[in-house]
């Protein structure tokens, strides 16, 4: 009998443990202890972004397969990897529906809290994969103008619907991120958006990050709403996590953990990336296309009822966007007690996405059904 493989995962990974034991050794720690001394002897790592997995961690260990349950990977030296015969795996597009759901929410949230009319207002999408796809696909349901920066799309596609950067900061009323963090060349997002990106303004847009914290740069945006080149901002992401920007946070007017993508589906998806990349690199004899058995409910069930009587579409909207999901609730735990930012993450509670909600809608009209529909809600019928 072979022996078995040694593996070590992050305690954090949720849907993991107890799949893999029966196959190999395997050992969890947080993401940030996982060290050297504990990897030296490992076959493959199973991680997030709190591991850095570079020279100083990786060299002259056994570690054959790097897998992370995320979509980035800019915390995987992948030249590195690559050099050294060392397979790394992430998990593309895992919670870009989570994300769909959360800058939904968001937008919502902000047009409500603002009196905003979202039908009226110009959308900048800068990053235009996985994620800002299904934003773009969002904003279509309600009824805002578009605009699309993806530079490596366009000149992959020459498609036309692309539009410069120069463009968004002209004429766009919101800015939502949706892209990797790449620390230089020709696509470098590192502090994409800086001073002279807010102070190239032409509006005071409303202005959401949730894909890497690099990507906005701190004292930049501090000087944009102090200037009021800016209106409303929405982090998810930020600088130097989990040593946040206190004096940002408080800038903010909403402020989350890194949990945009932290729905129950983003993670199970993450999950099962991980452990059907393991079984196949070790041809342990696990099921194919391996997926968690069963997702918990959300605390408040999977029907939602909305009596649509006297309200607008984007009102019908805003309410069965937001009995999925308590942005503020988030917000006011972060801003509350910011030294517990990774607690906040590691023992973020059940969030379940659209698609696991049924909406009965009572006294509508079609149209607002179809955008329900649209955003990934089912539909009950009265």
């Given at each position: 009998?072979?022996?078995?493989?040694?593996?070590?995962a992050?305690?954090?990974?949720?849907?993991?443990k107890?799949?893999?034991?029966?196959?190999g050794n395997?050992e969890?720690?947080?993401?940030?202890?996982i060290?050297?001394?504990?990897?030296?002897d490992?076959?493959?790592l199973?991680?997030?972004?709190?591991?850095?997995?570079?020279?100083?961690?990786?060299?002259?260990?056994n570690?054959?397969?790097?897998?992370?349950?995320?979509i980035?990977?800019?915390?995987?030296?992948?030249n590195?990897?690559?050099?050294?015969?060392l397979?790394?795996?992430?998990a593309?597009?895992c919670n870009s529906?989570s994300v769909?759901?959360?800058?939904?929410?968001?937008l919502?949230?902000?047009?409500?809290?603002?009196?905003?009319d979202?039908?009226?207002?110009?959308?900048?999408?800068?990053?235009?994969?996985?994620?800002?796809?299904?934003?773009?696909?969002a904003?279509?349901?309600?009824?805002?103008?578009?605009?699309?920066?993806?530079?490596?799309?366009e000149r992959?596609?020459s498609n036309?619907k692309f539009?410069?950067?120069?463009?968004?900061?002209?004429?766009?009323d919101?800015i939502?991120?949706?892209?990797?963090l790449n620390?230089?060349?020709?696509d470098?997002?590192?502090?994409?958006a800086?001073?002279?990106?807010?102070?190239e303004?032409?509006?005071?847009?409303?202005?959401?990050?949730s894909?890497?914290?690099?990507?906005?740069?701190t004292?930049?945006?501090?000087n944009?709403?102090?200037?009021?080149?800016?209106?409303?901002?929405?982090?998810?992401?930020?600088?130097?996590?989990p040593?946040?920007?206190l004096?940002?946070?408080?800038?903010t007017d909403i402020?989350?953990p890194h949990?945009?993508?932290?729905?129950a589906?983003g993670?199970a998806?993450?999950t099962?990336v991980?452990v059907n990349?393991v079984n196949?690199?070790?041809?342990?004899?696990?099921?194919?296309?391996?997926?968690p058995?069963?997702?918990?409910?959300?605390?408040?069930g999977?029907?939602?009822?909305?009596?649509?009587?006297n309200?607008?579409d984007?009102?019908?909207?805003?309410?069965a966007?937001?009995?999925t999901?308590d942005l503020l609730y988030?917000?006011?735990l972060?801003?509350?007690?910011?030294?517990?930012?990774e607690k906040?993450?590691g023992?973020?509670?059940?969030?379940?996405?659209?698609?696991?909600?049924?909406?009965k809608?009572?006294s509508?009209?079609?149209?607002?059904e179809?955008k329900?529909?649209?955003?990934?809600?089912?539909?009950?019928?009265n």
């Amino acid at each position: 009998m072979k022996n078995k493989i040694k593996i070590i995962a992050d305690d954090k990974i949720p849907f993991l443990k107890g799949v893999l034991e029966p196959y190999g050794n395997i050992e969890y720690y947080p993401g940030k202890e996982i060290t050297k001394d504990k990897i030296i002897d490992a076959d493959a790592l199973i991680i997030r972004t709190r591991t850095k997995c570079n020279a100083d961690l990786l060299y002259d260990t056994n570690v054959k397969l790097i897998t992370t349950a995320t979509i980035g990977y800019d915390h995987i030296d992948t030249n590195y990897c690559e050099e050294n015969n060392l397979k790394w795996l992430n998990a593309p597009g895992c919670n870009s529906s989570s994300v769909h759901q959360y800058i939904t929410t968001v937008l919502l949230h902000i047009a409500e809290k603002e009196n905003i009319d979202l039908t009226q207002k110009v959308l900048g999408i800068v990053g235009v994969g996985n994620v800002g796809s299904k934003i773009q696909k969002a904003a279509n349901a309600l009824g805002m103008k578009i605009l699309l920066n993806d530079p490596p799309r366009e000149r992959n596609e020459s498609n036309s619907k692309f539009v410069s950067l120069e463009k968004i900061k002209e004429e766009a009323d919101i800015i939502t991120y949706h892209v990797p963090l790449n620390n230089d060349g020709i696509d470098k997002t590192y502090h994409l958006a800086d001073e002279k990106f807010f102070n190239e303004l032409n509006k005071m847009p409303i202005i959401i990050n949730s894909s890497r914290g690099e990507v906005v740069e701190t004292s930049a945006i501090k000087n944009a709403i102090k200037n009021k080149k800016v209106s409303n901002v929405i982090l998810d992401v930020w600088e130097n996590e989990p040593e946040i920007d206190l004096e940002l946070l408080e800038m903010t007017d909403i402020s989350t953990p890194h949990i945009a993508g932290y729905s129950a589906e983003g993670k199970a998806n993450g999950t099962s990336v991980c452990v059907n990349a393991v079984n196949k690199f070790f041809n342990l004899g696990i099921q194919e296309n391996w997926y968690p058995t069963e997702i918990p409910l959300s605390k408040n069930g999977n029907e939602i009822e909305i009596d649509c009587s006297n309200k607008n579409d984007q009102q019908i909207l805003s309410e069965a966007v937001s009995q999925t999901y308590d942005l503020l609730y988030d917000s006011i735990l972060l801003k509350k007690s910011p030294e517990t930012f990774e607690k906040q993450r590691g023992d973020y509670p059940i969030r379940r996405e659209f698609s696991n909600y049924k909406v009965k809608l009572k006294s509508n009209n079609s149209s607002v059904e179809k955008k329900i529909k649209k955003l990934g809600f089912k539909i009950l019928n009265n």
